[in-house]
């Protein structure tokens, strides 16, 4: 059982940037592929990206390449979502997730962050 903490949320200047950090309690860690989701209010939760074992990345192109970049720490547990250029549409509870090996779903879930960008 993978537990996950997202971690820094918060409120955001549109132009500004945040950094949101997710610590994983397994030892393992290095063994998931990590994604990002979001979930604004009133829609669905929406991918954000996600970044492999070996660092390969992925994101949603329309809503956040060039934006945001995915990175991880495997000998700290912890992927991060670095955000700039923020935008009010980025507004949001933002969630990390675990993918385990030969998945084709996320199988473990942190309990969201918010963030929230003025204008």
């Known amino acids: 059982q993978v537990q996950l903490v997202e971690s820094g949320g918060g409120l955001g200047q549109a132009g500004g940037s945040l950094r949101l950090s997710c610590a994983a309690s397994?030892?393992?860690?290095?063994?998931?592929?990590m994604g990002w989701f979001r979930q604004a209010p009133g829609k669905e939760r929406r991918f954000v990206g996600s970044?492999?074992?070996?660092?390969?990345?992925?994101y949603d192109a329309d809503s956040v390449k060039g934006r945001f970049t995915i990175s991880r720490d495997n000998a700290k547990n912890t992927v991060y979502l670095q955000m700039n250029s923020l935008k009010p549409e980025d507004t949001a509870v933002y969630y990390c997730a675990a993918q385990g090996i030969g998945k084709t779903q996320y199988d473990y879930w942190g309990q969201g962050t918010q963030v929230t960008v003025s204008s």
């Open positions: 970044i492999t074992r070996s660092g390969g990345t992925t």
């Open positions: 397994e030892r393992t860690f290095s063994w998931y592929r």
